[in-house]
C-alpha cells in the first residue's frame, strides 16, 4: 500500500542517500511523478543527485543542505528543478532527514508550482506597472476603515501628502492635513454628502504637504461601502496632485481676462477714432474763438482776461493732445513701419498717463538728450512697449513715497538709447534672467500674466534693437532699450515752418465746412491775415461756387453731409476745374487712419492738411509750405 500511495500521489519525490558526514548522495528512489514531472526514467535517476536538477549544477554537496535542515530535520523553499529537455520548473520544496532502514534519509518532496508562480510574477507585474503610473500621473491610492478609524495609503499617496509610515493615519489626521480654510468645509462634505446621503466622494480640495508645508491641489475620488443598517464601513479610492493643472487654469484664466481687456481697449481704440471728428470739432471751436478773442483782448488791453483766455487755450491743446496720444495708441496695429520721431511718441504716450500718475505721487522726468531721434519702427508697438514698462514701474512703486521715473534718451554711435528708470521695490537678481519669459511674472496671483516684457523683447527685437534690465531689491529698475536710429531724415520739429504772425498774405480763399463756429473762425483767421474769404456749409454749395468763381485756395473738411471733401476735389479735378486753385484739407482724423484707397487718391489732389483743433500758426505754417 505504501508503495501505490509513494507511485501515485502527483507531487515528485525523492529518498536520497545521506553519508556520515552528512553530504547528500545519489538518489536513492523516487515516484512516478517525480518521473513525470522532470522526464527523466527511474533507472537515469538512480545515478543522479539532488544537485544534478539545480540550475548551474555547479553547487558543491554541502551547498545543497541548510543548516536549517541540520539543526531542525526540516527545511522549505521555493526553487526551481530542472527537467531532462532543459526546462525550468519552478518548485515548491520540503525537505525531511528521517532515519529509514537505521539510516539517514533525505525525503524531498517537490510540488510543480509553475502556474501560481507565473500568476505570482503576472501580479507582480501589474504592481510594477500600476505603481509606476501613479507615480507618473501623481495618482495615490487608499482605503479607510472606518470601523478601526484608520486608513491604509500607497507610496505614491504618502509623497502626494509629504507624509512617512508614522503618520497618524486616522480621519482627524487627514483633516489636519487639508488647507486650513477647507477643513471645516471638507469635514461637512464628508459628514452630509459622503455619509449622510451616500454619495461617492469626488472633491477637489487643498492639502499642506506635512514634509515641506506646501500647498498643493488635489483631487479626491471616492466610492464607499454600508452594512445592511446603513452604517458606513469602508471607502477605498485615490486622490490625485493636479497642482499644475490647476496653474494652467489659473494662468488661461488670467490670459482670458486680460484677452478681455486688451478687447475693451481695442473697443475704446475703435469709438476714439470714430468720434475723432466730433471731439476735435469742439476743440477747434472753443481754442478758435478762445484765441480771436485773446487778440482782442491785447487790442484793448486787457492783461487779465488775455491770461484767462489762454488757460483755455492750454486746456484745449491739452485735450487734443489727449484724444490725439489715445487714438494712436489704442488704432488697430499694422505691420506697418515708419519713419518714427522718438520724442513725439515719447510725448504722446505720456500725454496719456502723466496726470493719472502725477495723483497717485508718482513723478515723471523726461531727459531728451538725443540729438538724432528718428528711428524705423511702429508708432503704435513702440507706444505699446512704453506703456508696458511704465505700467511695471508704476506697480513697482506702490505705496512709496517720492515714487519717480525717468526717460531718458541719447545717442549710442548709430543707435538711439532708450532708458526708463523708476526707484521703486527692483528685481531679485537671480530672477532678472526670467523677466522677458512669457507667461514669468513677479506679481501677486491675477495682477499679471508674466506675458507684457516678453512682447515688449519681441517688439524690440523685431525692430532689430535689443532691451535688458539692471535691477536690485530696493534700488529700483532700469529698463535699457537700443533702437537703430535713421539720420537721413529730418525731425518733424525741425521740418514745421514759423512765420510771423503779421505776415500778409493776398488771395481769394474758399473755406467749406459743415460747422457753422468752424467757417467762422476760418474767416476771422484768413481775414486777419489778408486773405478774401468765402464760405460753404457743404461740398454741394461749394462746387457750384467754384463754378462761378476763381478762388486761390480752397480749405475744405473731410465728412460732410451732401457732399464729402473727397467728393469735391474728385469733382473738381475729374471736370479740370480750378487748375491753378491749391486745396487743403481740414479733418479732425490723422492722414494715416482714412482708408488706403482714399489716402492714395487724396495724394495727387491735396496741397496740404489742417490738422483740428488749430490754431492761427498753424494755418500760417500750412499756407507758406504749399507757397513754396
Request: hydrophobic share 40%; charged share 25%.
Amino acid at each position: 500500500m505504501f508503495r501505490e500511495i509513494f507511485n501515485c500521489v502527483p507531487e515528485a519525490i525523492y529518498v536520497i542517500d545521506l553519508s556520515a558526514e552528512g553530504v547528500p548522495g545519489l538518489f536513492i528512489k523516487v515516484n512516478d511523478g517525480a518521473c513525470k514531472m522532470l522526464g527523466y526514467s527511474q533507472e537515469e535517476f538512480l545515478s543522479m543527485s539532488l544537485k544534478d536538477l539545480y540550475p548551474g549544477k555547479n553547487l558543491k554537496d554541502h551547498e545543497i543542505l541548510s543548516p536549517e535542515l541540520l539543526s531542525k530535520g526540516k527545511w522549505q523553499e521555493e526553487g526551481h528543478h530542472i527537467a531532462k529537455d532543459g526546462t525550468s520548473i519552478a518548485v515548491a520544496v520540503n525537505v525531511h532527514m528521517l532515519n529509514i532502514d537505521h539510516c539517514k534519509r533525505l525525503v524531498v518532496i517537490a510540488r510543480d508550482i509553475t502556474d501560481r508562480s507565473r500568476a505570482r510574477e503576472l501580479l507582480q507585474e501589474r504592481e510594477y506597472f500600476f505603481r509606476e503610473s501613479q507615480k507618473a500621473a501623481l495618482i495615490g491610492s487608499y482605503k479607510t476603515d472606518f470601523i478601526k478609524g484608520f486608513w491604509e495609503s500607497s507610496e505614491v499617496l504618502d509623497q502626494i501628502f509629504g507624509i512617512d509610515q508614522s503618520y497618524n493615519r486616522s480621519v482627524q489626521g487627514w483633516l489636519e492635513l487639508v488647507y486650513p480654510d477647507d477643513r471645516e468645509m471638507m469635514a461637512q462634505y464628508l459628514n452630509d454628502q459622503v455619509i449622510a446621503k451616500r454619495k461617492p466622494f469626488n472633491k477637489e480640495y487643498r492639502v499642506i504637504r506635512k514634509s515641506d508645508g506646501e500647498m498643493r491641489w488635489v483631487n479626491g475620488f471616492g466610492q464607499v461601502t454600508f452594512d445592511n443598517n446603513g452604517n458606513i464601513l469602508s471607502m477605498i479610492g485615490t486622490i490625485q496632485d493636479i497642482s499644475e493643472r490647476k496653474k494652467v487654469e489659473e494662468e488661461k484664466l488670467n490670459i482670458q481676462t486680460q484677452l478681455i481687456h486688451s478687447s475693451k481697449l481695442a473697443s475704446i481704440g475703435t469709438l476714439a477714432a470714430g468720434v475723432a471728428h466730433e471731439i476735435n470739432n469742439p476743440l477747434a471751436i472753443i481754442s478758435g474763438y478762445a484765441e480771436i478773442m485773446k487778440q482782442k483782448c491785447k487790442e484793448l488791453c486787457l492783461q487779465g482776461d488775455t491770461e484767462l483766455i489762454q488757460k483755455i487755450i492750454k486746456a484745449s491743446a491739452r485735450i487734443a493732445e489727449i484724444v490725439s496720444g489715445l487714438r494712436t495708441y489704442a488704432r488697430q496695429d499694422s505691420e506697418t513701419v515708419d519713419d518714427i520721431d522718438l520724442h513725439v511718441c515719447i510725448n504722446e504716450t505720456l500725454s496719456l498717463v502723466k496726470g493719472i500718475y502725477e495723483k497717485e505721487n508718482i513723478k515723471i522726468e523726461t531727459h531728451l538728450n538725443a540729438m538724432d531721434f528718428i528711428l524705423k519702427a511702429n508708432m503704435g508697438k513702440l507706444q505699446q512697449v512704453i506703456l508696458n514698462i511704465l505700467g511695471n514701474a508704476k506697480d513697482a512703486l506702490d505705496k512709496r513715497k517720492n515714487g519717480l521715473i525717468t526717460i531718458t534718451t541719447q545717442n549710442n554711435h548709430d543707435d538711439l538709447l532708450l532708458i526708463i528708470s523708476d526707484n521703486g521695490c527692483g528685481i531679485p537678481k537671480p530672477l532678472i534672467s526670467q523677466i522677458f519669459d512669457p507667461f514669468f511674472t513677479t506679481k501677486e496671483p491675477g495682477k499679471g500674466t508674466g506675458l507684457g516684457l516678453s512682447i515688449c523683447h519681441t517688439i524690440i527685437t523685431a525692430f532689430g534693437g535689443s532691451i535688458n534690465v539692471e535691477s536690485g531689491p530696493n534700488i529700483g529698475s532700469s529698463f535699457k532699450i537700443l533702437l537703430p536710429s535713421n539720420r537721413n531724415i529730418m525731425p518733424a520739429s525741425e521740418r514745421i515752418l514759423h512765420l510771423n504772425e503779421e505776415h500778409c498774405f493776398s488771395g481769394k480763399v474758399l473755406v467749406v465746412d459743415d460747422e457753422e463756429n468752424i467757417r467762422d473762425i476760418l474767416a476771422v483767421h484768413l481775414s486777419s491775415l489778408g486773405f478774401i474769404v468765402a464760405l460753404a456749409e457743404n461740398g454741394e454749395s461749394a462746387y457750384h461756387m467754384i463754378l462761378k468763381n476763381h478762388y486761390d485756395y480752397v480749405i475744405t473738411d473731410m465728412q460732410m453731409p451732401r457732399m464729402n471733401g473727397d467728393e469735391l476735389l474728385h469733382r473738381i479735378k475729374s471736370e479740370k476745374r480750378a487748375d491753378r486753385t491749391k486745396f487743403l484739407v481740414i479733418t479732425g482724423r490723422p492722414f494715416a487712419e482714412y482708408p488706403l484707397e482714399l489716402r492714395q487718391s487724396l495724394e495727387g489732389t491735396v496741397d496740404g492738411y489742417i490738422s483740428k483743433p488749430f490754431q492761427k500758426r498753424d494755418l500760417i505754417n500750412s499756407f507758406k509750405s504749399i507757397m513754396k
